[in-house]
């Protein structure tokens, strides 16, 4: 099976028929309805979205073969996931979170330098966190700056260790796909 991207995750039961709150991390909440059967993590339980309406900060949706708020309530927890290749491809800078994991991060000048572990976004920009040879883990703001070559191809980032990180924002509106990010530009022209 290919790599399952996490595009949502099921909330507490919302009323007596088996309705849930379901928080999506796409770009267009009702996508998860276009994906076909979402997966738990594992991939041993589908899950098909029957109904969905629009709530303040999430969907409330029902679940086909989910009739009762029992029911509701033991799905509470679960993130759903979808093959790889059923999301939309991407535009140019933008790179699934499950694309860039694993790949060697190697320095300007070509010399290994460790494996990327994750991207996070912890409200202030895109990081990617870099596994070294040795030493610490290495955190680093995601940009055109630090991250000049993305190779998907060759497997590898290419990384421009900072001296000193200032000023490194992403002036655009941040990407909601899941598991979606954008490289930022760093105040320089693209």
């Not at 709530?55 to 993130?79: M, P, Y």
């Not at 060697?104 to 976004?121: Q, W």
């Amino acid at each position: 099976m290919s790599a399952l991207v996490c595009v949502a995750r099921i909330g507490a039961a919302h009323g007596v028929r088996g309705a849930v709150k379901l928080w999506t991390f796409t770009e267009d909440p009702f996508a998860v309805r276009r994906y076909g059967p979402l997966l738990s993590k594992d991939g041993k339980r589908q899950f098909e979205v029957a109904t969905a309406r629009e709530a303040k900060d999430h969907l409330v949706a029902t679940f086909k073969g989910v009739a009762t708020r029992d029911d509701a309530e033991r799905l509470n927890g679960i993130e759903l996931y979808v093959p790889r290749e059923r999301l939309p491809a991407t535009d140019e800078d933008e790179y699934y979170h499950t694309d860039l994991i694993g790949l060697a991060a190697v320095t300007t000048d070509g010399e290994p330098l460790g494996r990327v572990l994750a991207i996070h976004n912890f409200g202030a920009g895109d990081i990617i966190e870099i596994a070294p040879l040795k030493g610490a883990t290495m955190l680093l703001p995601f940009s055109n700056a630090v991250v000049p070559e993305v190779d998907l191809k060759g497997e590898r980032v290419v990384i421009a260790l900072p001296q000193e990180i200032e000023g490194d924002r992403d002036e655009d509106e941040a990407p909601s796909r899941p598991g979606l990010v954008r490289k930022a530009h760093g105040g320089r022209d693209p």
